[in-house]
């Protein structure tokens, strides 16, 4: 389960996956927008020939690989096996900040720095805009653009058909709901926002002590999600140093103005999660819903045991019933660090890791992880899958289908921990104060802009 998108059989791992999912990316005063020199292109880069590659695999080799995932020895066997004369050391040298930090330090040493590394999608520009990663497209990752889902590519693509890395897993959202709460009640999935709201309202009227759902106020990469979803573009970023901030446009005030309300009515819940009092909120029935990502099944699963049957899933309500969207809210990829002295193995062994029918599958069975691969989703043994806990719902189904809904051109800032950070402060904090939450954009539009410029970015008018 990833929270980024993880397995439920643990809440450690959950909750490594939730801390990192808020997209915890340290970036620390070293890193400037002219920090380092520009990745390679797939308009300058010469493709590696076949024979070369042939010649690599069978070198006797060693690859360190970072990563935070238990037990992934099992899918690295199934490229030694393949490929024995590579052989591949797997570190956890951490995650979230630690991971990042650990990372960056010895990428900037010259020495230590892994092959390979886990990387979050919303990570990637942190390290591509310091030249820091291996364009990966040379090495014949192109291939793989139809195996993955449409929008993972996008995450992992450059301007000039550059390829950062290969993508793992993902976190499409959605909404879990208690199906015995709402025929109580008489709701029914709300279709759309308007009744989502409608729906915390008639609740929380009928049983004060039940809220229709809980928005975090810790929760930045949940609210990334939502303006993933309603069509906001809050960051984008061009060259080496030009950066577009736009946190607070009239997409996101919408946004701002919809939570920002609930919340003050009173008809949503608003404390932190993962903490024991949100779980204990979760296996009593407080929240009729959670708002989450194709993890959350099977970590609720774990989790609320005690609710086991009265769960359904669903779709989130749209702004737009005629144009079905969605966001995503975690999952990871591999990486292979530029300065490797083992490119065509460690771009070979990202391919594999991530694209290997039988490699992505034990992400699936073994990790709890949703696949980012097309033909991993469409397989009846995954797709097929009737959760007991769910009331016999095929939710992995759903979840493949609503990530068909999430846009391709969603990006990230090369400084999202500063923007997590500023969330926390000022929009999370409006929302758990009960506060101006649309107000709350404008400070969080301001802050972010006055970091990037002491970064040396040169920021672009909306």
């Keep these: 389960m990833h929270r980024a998108s993880f397995a439920p059989s643990t809440s450690q791992m959950s909750r490594r996956l939730f801390v990192t999912a808020a997209g915890a990316v340290s970036l620390g005063a070293a890193l400037t927008a002219c920090g380092g020199s520009g990745g390679g292109s797939a308009a300058t880069a010469k493709p590696v020939s076949q024979a070369d590659i042939d010649k690599a695999m069978k070198t006797p080799t060693q690859l360190t690989f970072w990563t935070w995932v238990p037990d992934i ?43 390979v590394a886990q990387m979050e999608y919303q990570a990637i520009p942190t390290f591509t805009i310091t030249g820091s990663l291996l364009d990966l497209s040379p090495y014949g990752a192109s291939a793989l653009k139809d195996t993955f889902v449409d929008w993972t590519w996008g995450q992992v693509s450059g301007p000039k058909g550059e ?68 069509g906001a573009k809050p960051y984008a ?72 049957g009265k769960w359904r899933a669903a779709p989130l309500p749209q702004w737009d019933t005629a144009k079905p969207a969605s966001g995503n809210w975690g999952g990871s990829t591999s990486a292979v660090v530029k300065a490797t002295r083992n490119p065509i193995a460690a771009a070979v062994f990202a391919q594999f890791l991530n694209s290997d029918p039988e490699s992505a599958k034990l992400f699936s069975t073994k ?47 090369p400084f999202l921990d500063q923007a997590v950070t500023d969330w926390t402060e000022t929009v999370g904090t409006s929302l758990a104060r009960k506060k101006d939450t649309v107000a709350a954009l404008d400070a969080w539009q301001t802050r972010l802009t006055t970091y990037a410029k002491k970064q040396g970015f040169s920021v672009q008018a909306p």
């Design 367 to 413: 990790q709890s992880f949703f696949p980012a691969t097309k033909p991993l989703l469409t397989d009846p043994s995954f797709a097929g899958d009737a959760s007991a806990f769910y009331g016999g719902q095929k939710v992995n189904r759903l979840f493949a289908e609503i990530g068909e809904t999430v846009s391709t051109d969603f990006q990230w800032p």
């Design 237 to 308: 970023t061009s060259g080496k140093g030009d950066v577009s901030i736009d946190v607070n446009d009239a997409v996101s005030k919408k946004l701002a103005a919809y939570w920002g309300g609930l919340a003050q009515e009173g008809v949503i819940g608003v404390e932190p999660d993962f903490t024991d009092a949100w779980f204990s909120a979760l296996n009593k029935g407080r929240y009729a819903t959670w708002i989450t990502a194709a993890w959350g099944p099977v970590f609720l699963s774990g989790s609320a045991e005690s609710t086991a």
């Design 163 to 230: 390829i950062w890395a290969i993508p793992q897993d993902t976190g499409p959202m959605g909404m879990l709901y208690r199906a015995d709460i709402f025929d109580k009640h008489g709701i029914e999935p709300p279709k759309t926002w308007d009744d989502f709201a409608a729906a915390a309202r008639k609740l929380h009227k009928a049983d004060p002590d039940v809220y229709l759902t809980n928005l975090a106020a810790n929760e930045a990469a949940a609210w990334h999600g939502l303006l993933w979803q309603a």
């Design 73 to 115: 020895e099992q899918e690295v066997a199934l490229f030694e096996k393949k490929y024995p004369a590579v052989k591949v050391k797997v570190v956890n040298a951490g995650q979230g900040v630690d991971h990042y930090t650990k990372l960056r330090t010895a990428i900037k040493a010259g020495e230590g720095a892994p092959d």
